[in-house]
């Protein structure tokens, strides 16, 4: 979690790090609690709710694989 928070603050440098980080504690909690997307129904994707909503992988990108994207360890299992 800290690398990724780490490389997006890097680069959003105007992004206020303690809230983004809570932002991202929030939805990796969220995840674990089964929210779905709202859209089509599946589990959120933590990394791109934080810096979107709340929705999963292929509803905020489009796309139908995620293998290729970054996604908090804790929760790529579930």
Request: glycine content about 6%.
């Amino acid at each position: 979690m800290e690398t990724f928070v780490n490389k997006h603050c890097k680069n959003n440098p105007e992004e206020n790090r303690a809230q983004f980080k809570e932002n991202l504690k929030q939805a990796v909690q969220d995840k674990k609690n089964g929210v779905t997307c709202d859209n089509c129904g599946e589990r959120i994707w933590a990394i791109g709710s934080t810096v979107s909503h709340y929705a999963c992988f292929s509803c905020l990108t489009g796309e139908a694989d995620s293998s290729g994207d970054y996604e908090i360890d804790e929760v790529c299992l579930l």
